[in-house]
């Protein structure tokens, strides 16, 4: 799914282009100096794994046609990669695929009798007609030549346009590998008098084998790429509207903005929206990997792709297409699963040198071997064996492949990570900070407590200008007042009159010539009202965990109002899941330093790791006090108000239950609203490294050890081509174990 980000400032774009015909981390190297390198392209990136460039460029300055013909020039396919060409795009695999399945028989077919000839000679069986037959020079040529000159012209057109463009890959390797085994047998068994010396089989073998790998390696990427599919699976195909009293069914894609729609028990959720008839239960496990149903009523939103579980509902659709959560979902997800790694810069340098270095080693082997030997024959195929085993290609894989399934197993358990960087960076959280209000709490605060001085005002009085004050407040804890009134039926509300907000400390307003105040102690000790007569009882409310607002008319405070909000029953077990992780936990919040430390203990904060009082837009200065101390800082939060510090910190981590604003801004997003997903998010971070690095080691250790191997003549050709077919295959493998992976 291209992003087609528009930025209409500077005309600056991001695209997505598939690749086609990549064969190792060369190739990803070399599409991506090719874009890079193209006037107008800001950054370009191309993943192995996904077969995925990302490029941001200026649409001024060049356009996605410009940038394919640039790939195309190079030897390379690219369509781009948006739902208009998405069918293409999956024809030409599909297509690729079954080419390359049907190659793969019939190089087997063709490598079969020269390897049963090579068994049997080497059981001793050598007077068998059959066997004399197969191991006739013209007989071999016969079968081998097909293989390596039809089957095998993809490693000499992929090997053609990489030397020619400077950056020679495995292709080159393998070309020149098998040729120099095919035409050293040519030469033997037609030209000279060793007529018994033939290695026909070893290079029809080699691509035998190398065709193998590459087809087990096609159908590995397509199970890391699962997750995905398993997204897109669970959009509707079709909706049934409500048009004109008439209830029809219609593709998902005609649902328009504000169209009503009818779901039944069992059914998915086309589109997002809102029920405005009936209740039911649903089941959103697909999206936040909580198996537990949850109870929707009308006003409550619904998220397209989850399943209506027992009732029959009227919902109002308010985003379709791309605009709805699981749209967005598989587009972060891709985002993620086509992003680098910073581990990835180490693989991708030695990658660039790979090839040159092992062609140097390669004619050394030839020249020390034949001088020494004595016996170019046997130089040639000492040779041929180090070309065949080196494989850039595990290299390559070893960090893209991880990330790919590490971010979708993260999208199972309802863990959304914008980008291999993140994933990186989580396993090295030291402190985690969290939010109070929607993030430690529910978020959804409730007024228990109100207290009046009887001679000022009366307590309907009191709700009354409260409600009508809090009406235009879009904090939590103003809501809950003004919802508060509403429940009481206060009747019509008085005509409120230059409203204010001082930002985490109350608001204010003129209300029938009065001018009406309501906070925290802060504003009243600001504008220096007196509110004496209520500090016992506000003490006594804090200690309990509650929240406490004064209300002031015309500058005398006339009484108090305590909201709680009540803690997630899950807070408790997810902050001690940390510490015992060893991540420090710390809590910064508006609220005052009493209700905080009561609330920071029921969950096992310290009382030196709870920051109180803190203004919304100085809560980033407590993330940068803690990174000031050397610790890398997980910010965990849910309101517009924690977008500075999300940013800021070195992980942001928003709660899908919150706002778009603190979601964008974070580079982690935890769908459940369960601080539980923190660790899980934590222990994903540190298993996918895990995988990264042991990806990385026998990656590394394969090259390092085979090659020597092969060069002191230690391999034989056929075993060197098959190892080095398997190992890309054994590095996919490992990081699909991820899957079975435990988070929680």
């Known amino acids: 799914m291209a992003s087609n980000a528009i930025n209409p400032l500077n005309n600056e774009k991001t695209d997505s282009l598939t690749i086609t015909g990549m064969t190792c981390a060369n190739c990803a190297a070399r599409v991506e100096k090719e874009l890079a390198n193209h006037t107008g392209v800001e950054n370009a990136f191309v993943n192995l794994a996904t077969e995925k460039a990302t490029i941001t460029y200026d649409g001024s300055a060049t356009n996605l046609m410009e940038l394919i013909k640039g790939v195309e020039h190079i030897g390379y396919g690219a369509i781009v990669n948006d739902d208009a060409h998405k069918k293409e795009a999956e024809e030409f695999k599909e297509k690729e695929t079954k080419h390359l399945f049907w190659q793969l028989i019939i190089s087997g077919i063709l490598s079969a009798p020269m390897v049963i000839a090579m068994i049997m000679s080497m059981v001793g069986i050598h007077d068998n007609s059959f066997v004399q037959l197969l191991h006739l020079p013209w007989v071999q040529l016969i079968l081998t030549t097909p293989v390596q000159f039809f089957i095998g012209a993809r490693f000499y057109k992929n090997a053609y346009h990489t030397i020619k463009t400077g950056a020679p890959n495995m292709d080159v390797l393998v070309a020149m590998g098998t040729s120099a085994a095919f035409f050293l047998s040519v030469y033997n068994g037609f030209f000279s008098t060793r007529s018994s010396d033939l290695y026909f089989e070893s290079s029809a073998v080699i691509i035998t084998l190398i065709l193998l790998g590459k ?27 409500i048009r004109n009293n008439e209830e029809i069914d219609v593709p998902i894609e005609e649902v328009a903005l504000a169209e009503h729609l009818r779901i039944r028990p069992g059914e998915k959720v086309p589109v997002d929206g809102v029920i405005i008839e009936g209740y039911s239960s649903f089941d959103e496990s697909m999206l936040t990997g909580e198996s537990l149903p949850v109870e929707k009523v009308v006003g409550d939103n619904v998220i397209g792709g989850t399943v209506n579980i027992n009732g029959t509902l009227i919902v109002e659709a308010n985003k379709i297409g791309n605009e709805t959560a699981l749209a967005q979902i598989i587009k972060m997800v891709e985002e993620a699963q086509g992003s680098k790694a910073p581990i990835q810069k180490v693989a991708d340098r030695i990658s660039s040198i790979f090839v040159p270095i092992v062609l140097v080693i390669a004619f050394a082997t030839l020249l020390i071997s034949g001088f020494v030997i004595g016996d170019w024959n046997l130089a040639i195929i000492h040779a041929v064996a180090v ?40 396993a090295t959280i030291e402190a985690v900070m969290l939010d109070k209000t929607g993030t430690l709490t529910k978020g959804k605060p409730e007024v ?24 235009y407040s879009e904090h939590p804890l103003g809501v809950a007042i003004y919802q508060y009134g509403v429940e009481r039926k206060q009747g019509e509300l008085p005509k409120v009159v230059d409203f204010q907000a001082a930002v985490g400390s109350g608001v204010s307003a003129v209300i029938n010539q009065q001018k009406v105040q309501i906070g925290a102690r802060r504003m009243f000790l600001e504008a220096g009202i007196d509110f004496a007569q209520f500090e016992a009882k506000i003490i006594e409310l804090e200690k309990t965990g509650k929240t406490v607002m004064l209300m002031a008319i015309d500058e005398k405070c006339v009484g108090m109002i305590a909201v709680a909000d009540q803690v997630k029953e899950s807070s408790a077990a997810a902050v001690a899941a940390l510490q015992k992780q060893g991540i420090a936990v710390y809590l910064v919040t508006g609220d005052n330093k009493r209700t905080a430390d009561t609330i920071g203990a029921s969950v096992g904060i310290a009382s030196e790791h709870i920051f109180a009082e803190v203004l919304p837009q100085d809560k980033a200065d407590y993330v940068a006090k803690l990174q000031a101390e050397g610790l890398v800082v997980a910010m965990v939060g849910d309101g517009i108000n924690d977008a500075p510090a999300l940013a800021l910190a070195d992980i942001g981590m928003a709660m899908g239950t919150g706002t778009d604003i603190a979601m964008e801004a974070a580079d982690i997003t935890l769908m459940r609203g369960d601080l539980s997903s923190i660790s899980e998010a934590i222990r994903l971070s540190k298993k996918t490294m895990r995988k990264i690095k042991q990806n990385l080691f026998w990656a590394f250790i394969y090259n390092v050890v085979g090659i020597p191997f092969a060069a002191f003549g230690l391999l034989n050709p056929i075993i060197a081509g098959g190892a080095m077919a398997f190992s890309s295959v054994s590095v996919l493998i490992n990081s699909l174990s991820l899957n079975k992976a435990k988070l929680k």
Do not use: N, W
């Not at 199970?223 to 398993?230: E, S, Y």
């Not at 894989?397 to 993140?422: D, N, Q, S």
């Open 448 to 471: 228990t407590d109100i207290i009046i001085s009887d001679e000022l005002i009366t307590e309907a009085e009191f709700v009354h200008y409260a409600t009508a004050l809090e009406k």
């Open 387 to 426: 070309l065949v085993i080196a494989c850039p290609c595990a290299l390559g894989l070893a960090t893209p492949t991880a990330i790919m399934v590490g971010t979708g197993l993260g999208a199972k358990h309802g863990v959304l990570i914008k980008g291999g960087e993140y994933l990186e960076k989580a």
């Open 215 to 241: 087809y087990m390696e096609q159908s590995a990427k397509g199970k890391t790429g699962k997750a995905i599919k398993q997204l897109m699976e669970l959009q509707a195909k079709t909706a049934r509207v």
